[in-house]
């Protein structure tokens, strides 16, 4: 069984910075992508960015790009999420998803396991 879990979500103003952990256990991924997605109530879940566990290779949703930075520490075994100059419109339930086999892709039906996620908030 696998499992991750979020964390470091909360209520800040826009421009402000948070950064969101994703602490995985169970199955090793070391060879898998884990990739970062948002979810506000009424919508789709959207990508965020991604991020290979060897290589290090990443991609980002355009609305993103120069903002946020995906990372992880293979040792922790632990992706992060730094996000930067906050807007109003990021706010949602953001979720870490691991997929089951090597590749990037930002299609969420491509990542097999899911944490719980954790709300971010940004006031204006």
């Known amino acids: 069984q696998v499992q991750l879990v979020e964390s470091g979500g909360g209520l800040l103003q826009a421009g402000g910075s948070l950064r969101l952990s994703c602490a995985a256990s169970g199955r090793t991924f070391s060879m898998y992508p884990v990739g970062w997605f948002r979810q506000v109530p009424g919508k789709e879940r959207e990508f965020v960015a991604t991020?290979?566990?060897?290589?290090?290779?990443?991609i980002y949703a355009d609305s993103v790009k120069g903002r946020f930075t995906i990372s992880r520490d293979n040792a922790k075994n632990t992706v992060y999420l730094q996000m930067n100059s906050l807007k109003p419109e990021d706010a949602a339930v953001y979720y870490c998803?691991?997929?089951?086999?090597?590749?990037?892709?930002?299609?969420?039906?491509?990542?097999?396991?899911w944490g719980q996620g954790t709300q971010v908030t940004v006031s204006s």
């Open positions: 991020i290979t566990w060897g290589a290090g290779s990443t």
């Open positions: 998803a691991a997929k089951g086999v090597p590749g990037l892709g930002n299609a969420p039906n491509t990542y097999t396991y």
